[in-house]
């Protein structure tokens, strides 16, 4: 599956954050109801320990997860974040690194997520789970923030 895939968002390439975080959308297994995400972690992203800062590290695991419900949704609902739980077990280097976000339910009103990053050689990195609303799928032109 490709950045073209159905249940990558036209616009989610153009997103500021989708550039932060040097994201790729890799597949969507409907079976599992999970997205496969490649990152590639910048220099910028570390701390002086030579990984990932901790509160960057949700913005992959959030990333992920919440293009599972996206491609669950066929693009059309975004999930909302009311928490997210995380476990950092190893430090994240700069390089690639890939994400697996899977829908564990969703309800009208409620959404549970959870995700994990490994490194290339398949070691867990950190995981999360996190409670969600469902929300139209925001565009840049419904934010203003389109070019």
Known sequence: MSLTSKHYPEDAGQSPHTA???????GWDAETQTATMRFTVKREMCTWR??????LVAGYLDDVMGYAYVAATGG????LNLDITMSLI???PEGPL????????AGRRVIFLEGELYGEDGTLHAR??????????PTATDTGMGA
């Open 20 to 26: 932060l975080l040097g994201s790729e959308f890799v």
């Open 50 to 55: 030579g990984g990932v800062q901790g509160g």
């Open 76 to 79: 059309e609902m975004a999930p």
């Open 90 to 92: 190893r430090l994240i």
């Open 98 to 105: 890939l994400g697996k976000g899977r829908v564990v339910r």
């Open 128 to 137: 999360a789970t996190s409670t969600a609303i469902p929300t139209p799928r």
